[in-house]
């Protein structure tokens, strides 16, 4: 096992993708930090990769926007460490987004062809199973009492302990499963006649991801998840061209035209799952609101999010400090609300709070980066590739929108952030590459 990693880095990437929703299974505790098996994946990937670069003595590195983004964001996240009080957050915090950057690098620098396909296939499968897994407790009525629905069914949560986390990771992933059925049946129609094995492969389990995801997504009754599915469905609509806007505006007449019908066929209570929010949106005195088992969650939501504007009003430049929003909470806390809950459940202002204007900017610069790279390439390329690109598309839509709910960076799914944007990157090595004739042209010789 180590072994293989060390020799064989890219066997710890098709791992992470089933350890990043099943790492949770079995952990270790270090002190006041949690170590699972992306932890230890990682640590040899990044070992492996290294080891390789100094035997060879060549230096490889893609250079792109992303690239660029991710250190913009880095650099702000470091500089805001100044105002920090409690170094074991800001150091996890910083971990974290430094992982996210070497795991970009290695998939975007190293990975052929084939083996994104393979990586591609790796996500799909881990959704499939962590979806099928959220399904049968739905429909098993298997969770605890306090994530019963209507009729009894229970929330969809699978291995994450929690819906929303759940349904982010489901609503990441969907949009590579759905843009790769869209985009290869041609493809796999193709190479069934000439006997080909990828897309015959590869379209049917995308399939199949799509409907497993989309069921469990919507199974979590996570507003954050329904809204991000539309947003990126959006973008992945928009990047398909013009004749993709023709049907929509011809879909969009259509719905006005049968008026409230379309509506009455949705599953019962989404329209007020989505809407109950904006009746508090906007309350000035949120503890003269009466707490019932309907708002709980609402009020509870709309605490933090005042709590993390007060943080950032405190402190507009800096914030209070890189990963400090749980040890400046109960300073800026409402009444009732005394549990920090770890982020803000709003990942914009909990940058805010914890960054300032120095900090959203970073972020924004990385957000920039990537939306812009998958675009071009969901524009630029065609086939597995396209679908790939579109998948990267909409992944960044779905974690825009259900970021103003929730904070998507947890449970380890900021690696799949990673492995999908490596897998769009522009395949260019700031000094080296992977082809023996490309590298006679571009490696970094190390004397």
């Known amino acids: 096992g180590c072994c293989s990693v060390l020799l064989q880095p890219i066997l710890a990437v098709y791992a992470l993708a089933f350890a990043v929703p099943f790492g949770s299974l079995r952990e270790f505790s270090l002190g006041e930090m949690t170590v699972g098996a992306s932890q230890f994946l990682m640590l040899g990937l990044l070992l492996g990769w290294f080891l390789r670069m100094a035997a060879f003595r060549q230096v490889r590195l893609v250079w792109s926007p992303v690239t660029a983004g991710l250190l913009c964001y ?26 996210l950057l070497l795991l970009y690098l290695f998939v975007a620098t190293e990975l052929e062809p084939s083996e994104r396909r393979t990586l591609t296939v790796s996500l799909l499968l881990a959704g499939i199973l962590q979806g099928a897994l959220g399904i049968y407790q739905f429909v098993g009525h298997v969770g605890p009492p306090a994530f019963v629905l209507f009729g009894g069914y229970v929330r969809a949560h699978g291995t994450f302990l929690q819906p929303n986390p759940f349904g982010g990771y489901m609503g990441l992933l969907l949009p590579l499963a759905y843009a790769t059925t869209f985009t290869l049946w041609p493809e796999a129609l193709i190479a069934r006649r000439r006997h ?24 979590s009754w996570s507003r954050g998840a329904l809204v991000g599915f539309a947003f990126g469905l959006g973008l992945v609509a928009l990047a398909l061209g013009r004749w993709v806007w023709m049907a929509m505006a011809v879909i969009a007449l259509v719905l006005l035209l049968l008026g409230p019908l379309p509506l009455s066929i949705l599953p019962g209570g989404v329209l007020e799952r989505l809407s ?20 709980f969650s609402i009020i509870e939501r709309l605490a933090h999010w005042q709590a993390a504007w007060r943080m950032f009003a405190g402190r507009p430049w800096l914030g209070v400090g890189t990963g400090q929003y749980a040890s400046a909470y109960r300073s800026v806390a409402l009444p009732r609300w005394q549990d920090p809950l770890g982020h803000a459940h709003n990942y914009f202002l909990n940058v805010l709070a914890e960054g300032g204007l120095v900090g959203l900017f970073g972020h924004l610069v990385f957000v920039a980066t990537a939306l812009l790279v998958a675009w071009r390439a969901a524009r630029r390329e065609r086939g597995w590739r396209r679908g790939l690109a579109l998948g990267a598309l909409g992944m960044m839509g779905h974690l825009l929108a259900h970021s103003l709910f929730d904070n998507l960076y947890v449970h380890e799914m900021y690696l799949v952030i990673a492995m999908l944007l490596g897998m769009v990157a522009p395949a260019r090595c700031g000094s080296g590459a992977r082809h023996p004739q490309m590298a006679a042209a571009r490696d970094l010789e190390i004397p």
């Open 276 to 295: 109950d929010i904006t009746q508090y949106v906007g309350a000035r005195d949120l503890t003269a609101i009466e707490i019932t088992d309907g708002n």
């Open 74 to 99: 880095l650099g702000t996240m470091v500089i805001s460490v100044w105002p920090a009080s409690d170094l074991i957050p800001a150091t996890k915090e910083l971990l974290k987004w430094a992982e």
């Open 196 to 219: 080909g094995v990828w897309p015959v492969l590869q379209w049917p389990l995308a399939l199949l991801a799509s409907g497993v995801m989309l069921a469990a997504l919507v199974m």
